[in-house]
């Protein structure tokens, strides 16, 4: 197959791009490099079966020759991100998502969104189906993110059904592991880089609240599965099993032996309060599950981190 993923050059962008190049398949790669980072495909480089085109999906766009799917993985998808480019968000939301669907549509490609449990909002509901419809705030803070991508998978499904194309869905849940930026605001990244640069690692409010925290390699294979044998239906991709933002303060500080300790401050503004997907859809359609517990996961992350910080590799913003 030859493929186009927007957003190649992010964290998860650029892990599926290795995915599918490794099952033999070409890669378009498409990033404008807001938030991807060109560190996170330099391997690729010279690679005969991957392209690469810098471009903003949110404007036109052209991609010679045949395609099989479209893959839309293009968007900031952390807070301090999506709060820093809020209008960016917005616009890769409504505009890249149509565009890249019409990009699909006329190659006659499989086209598949990248959406996320940020659908879900604070959720009411516990774990999270698809079913769930969410408890989003459309006009908070982050709200940019959150209706972007309800706005994506109702543009997706109206795709499928009007024009009868063959459409996918991901849920993506709190994923971490090698190329998160060291300052992209996600809790694992930030308590790893400040346990390693010897500051206190920040936690907002009093710890309490869940997640569920996928290894990238994980969550990785579940997309690619969805991508090749899922529905039309949305699939939440994430690890069930949940742990407290405190829980893993304190793993973190274990594994890296940091004596900082903890900082607590001021909850954000709609921060949810739990977060676990039912992943009963994944089992029993993709015969997927996660594998990689926390310890290991985020043992890998934090050797990775060293290396970063110690060559000082990767830069905040390419």
């Given amino acids: 197959m030859r493929v186009l993923i927007t957003g190649a050059a992010g964290f998860l962008g650029s892990h599926l791009t290795d995915r599918f190049l490794a099952d033999g398949h070409a890669v378009v790669g498409l990033d404008n490099f807001i938030t991807g980072n060109p560190h996170n495909i330099a391997h690729l480089m010279g ?23 479209v893959l839309h993985f293009a968007s900031p998808a952390s807070p301090v991100d999506y709060l820093e480019y809020p209008i960016a968000t917005l616009k ?30 604070d959720p009411l509901e516990h774990p999270q189906t698809e079913k769930y419809w969410g408890n989003v705030n459309p006009i908070g803070p982050r709200g940019v993110y959150d209706e972007a991508k309800r706005f994506a998978e109702a543009m ?10 063959d459409t996918r869905i991901v849920r993506i849940f709190n994923t971490y592991g090698p190329r998160m930026r060291p300052n992209d605001g996600r809790v694992v990244s930030n308590f790893i880089v ?61 594994l890296t032996g940091t004596s900082a300790g903890i900082e607590q401050r001021e909850l954000p503004v709609d921060d949810p309060k739990v977060r676990r997907p039912d992943i009963t859809r994944a089992r029993e359609m993709l015969g997927w599950e996660p594998t990689v ?5 985020v043992t890998r ?16 913003h390419a």
Avoid: W
């Fill in 92 to 121: 890769v939301g409504a505009l890249g998502t149509h565009n890249a669907l019409g990009l699909a549509k006329a190659k006659r490609a499989r086209f598949f969104l990248a959406s996320t449990s940020e659908v879900y909002g």
């Fill in 293 to 297: 517990t926390l310890r290991e996961g």
């Fill in 194 to 254: 400040q346990a390693l640069s010897g500051q206190p690692l920040t936690i907002y409010g009093d710890g309490s609240q869940t997640r569920s925290f996928c290894y990238v390699a994980d969550e990785i294979e579940g997309i690619y599965r969805l991508f090749m044998r899922g529905d039309t239906h949305p699939t939440n991709i994430g690890n069930p099993n949940e742990f407290t933002v405190r829980q893993l303060a304190e793993l973190v500080i274990e």
């Fill in 156 to 165: 997706t499904m109206a795709y499928h059904r009007y024009h009868g194309m």
């Fill in 47 to 69: 690679e005969p079966r991957f392209e690469f085109i810098q471009h903003n999906i949110s404007t036109y766009t052209y991609v010679a020759g045949p395609l099989d799917g």
């Fill in 301 to 316: 992350t934090i050797e990775y981190f060293r290396s970063v910080l110690a060559n000082d590799t990767v830069p905040a």
